[in-house]
């Protein structure tokens, strides 16, 4: 399991240099993170009803993003072209098997928080408008994968 964590972590690295640099990432990325992700959890229990759950959250979650953006601006606002990166998308979609849902939905938040408060501090070091959420969103988990392997307190990923 080890050498599997430690894969996820490089691979959570690689997608925030990726993101970071050239805002897109591989989509073999989101695909190793999810299969990554499904072995380092496959001996837990439910990880698949896990794993629904938390993508049937996401999904709703952009698809009111979706609908409250459309209603706002009086026209159909493709995510993709507006807000939401495809790479974003697969990247959420691919922690799913990690979480729990509340600990995904608090991931979630606090991901775009800690997105957010980067950006910011960023901001002179950042030339695009653009946000690279998949690659802050893979920087945060992996400092919460590494607090989770060296801790012996509560766990917020399923590791």
Not at 77 to 92: M, R
Not at 108 to 126: P, Y
Request: with cysteine.
């Amino acid at each position: 399991m080890e050498i599997t964590l430690l894969c996820l972590s490089f691979t959570l690295l690689f997608v925030f240099f990726q993101d970071w640099k050239y805002r897109r990432i591989h989509v073999l990325l989101p695909v190793a993170i999810f299969l990554l992700s499904l072995y380092i959890t496959h001996l837990q229990p439910l990880v698949f009803k896990n794993t629904l759950l938390n993508g049937a959250f996401f999904l709703i979650t952009l698809v009111v993003l979706v609908l409250y953006m459309s209603i706002k601006n009086r026209q159909f606002l493709n995510p993709f072209q507006h807000y939401f990166g495809l790479g974003d998308l697969l990247f959420y979609i691919a922690v799913t098997p990690l979480f729990l849902l509340p600990n995904f939905i608090l991931f979630f938040i606090l991901s775009m928080i800690f997105a957010l408060a980067l950006q910011i501090i960023f901001k002179k070091i950042i030339h695009e408008n653009t946000v690279p959420l998949a690659g802050f969103s893979a920087l945060f988990l992996f400092i919460i994968l590494i607090k989770d392997y060296l801790s012996f307190y509560q766990k917020f990923t399923l590791i």
